[in-house]
């Protein structure tokens, strides 16, 4: 995570539940900060944001990663099956 967001890092520490969106959440300490006027808005808009993004890029990484595990799996059998093939016709 981006050393420039550590303030709201640590308030999310604080947060109620440690799966704490920051959103709508009356017990988020990250909202309670900017009610405060210790944390600025657009500031955890942007750590929102970035945040989701990375999110994102992980759970794609993850698909693709899957994708391409089950598709040497698929086709590491399917080469042994033509080897057998191959072995037994020949
Ligand atoms: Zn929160």
């Excluded at 640590?10 to 709508?24: G, I, Q, R, V, Y």
């Excluded at 945040?51 to 994102?56: A, C, D, N, Q, S």
Aim: proline content about 1%; aromatic content about 8%.
């Amino acid at each position: 995570m981006d050393e420039a967001f550590k303030d709201i890092e640590e308030l999310a520490k604080e947060c109620k539940f440690s799966d704490c969106k920051h959103e709508n959440e009356p017990w988020c300490r990250v909202r309670k900060a900017i009610e405060e006027g210790i944390l600025d808005e657009k500031r955890l808009e942007r750590y929102l944001r970035l945040k989701r993004e990375t999110r994102f890029m992980e759970s794609k990484q993850k698909r693709i990663m899957m994708v391409q595990q089950k598709n040497s799996i698929n086709g590491k059998s399917k080469g042994y099956k033509r080897e057998n093939h191959v072995r037994y016709e020949y």
